[in-house]
């Protein structure tokens, strides 16, 4: 099994105590952070299945700061499509607010690739042009 820092995910070894790569005292990283501000650093894991349960779980608790990182991350990674098709669902539970707005159009305008332009315009005509009445996935 692979280990990582859980500051600067460069590579170590499962029992190690401190990072040689930027010095942080493993065991005691996470003191003082929430967990939704753990979720939003854990974007940038190299491994895509911890940074898609990043995202799915950011959009589940609904924390509208992570609207930013997260379509930072789709812009990151712009040839992941389902990536930042992960993101767009997350993007649509989070809360109705001008955050999430700017983002979706940043999505809308300028992703790389047109599937995810499609479905950022989907989400937010259902979010903030023709309301929202309930969750729906886009």
């Known amino acids: 099994m692979q280990y990582f ?11 190690t105590e401190t990072c040689a790569a930027c010095g942080i005292t493993i065991p005691g990283w ?12 854990a974007l940038g894991h190299p491994i895509d299945e911890t ?8 959009g589940d ?6 609207a930013k990182p997260l379509v930072d991350l789709a812009f990151a990674w712009p040839k992941d499509v389902w990536q930042s098709v992960e993101i767009l669902r997350s993007l ?21 690739a047109a599937p995810v332009r499609a ?5 937010y005509a259902e979010m903030f042009t023709h309301g929202r009445r309930h969750r729906q996935e886009p």
């Not at 996470?30 to 650093?41: M, Q, T």
């Not at 989070?94 to 992703?111: C, Q, S, Y």
Request: net charge negative; proline share 5%; hydrophobic share 45%.
């Open 119 to 123: 479905i950022a315009d989907h989400v």
């Open 51 to 58: 940074r898609m349960g990043a995202i799915i779980a950011l």
């Open 5 to 15: 820092c859980p500051n600067c995910f460069a590579k170590v070894e499962a029992e």
């Open 30 to 41: 996470e003191a003082g952070l929430s967990y939704e501000d753990r979720l939003i650093h």
């Open 92 to 112: 649509h539970k989070l809360p109705i607010g001008d955050g999430v707005a700017r983002e979706l159009a940043r999505l809308r305008e300028d992703h790389p």
């Open 61 to 66: 608790l609904g924390h509208e700061a992570a």
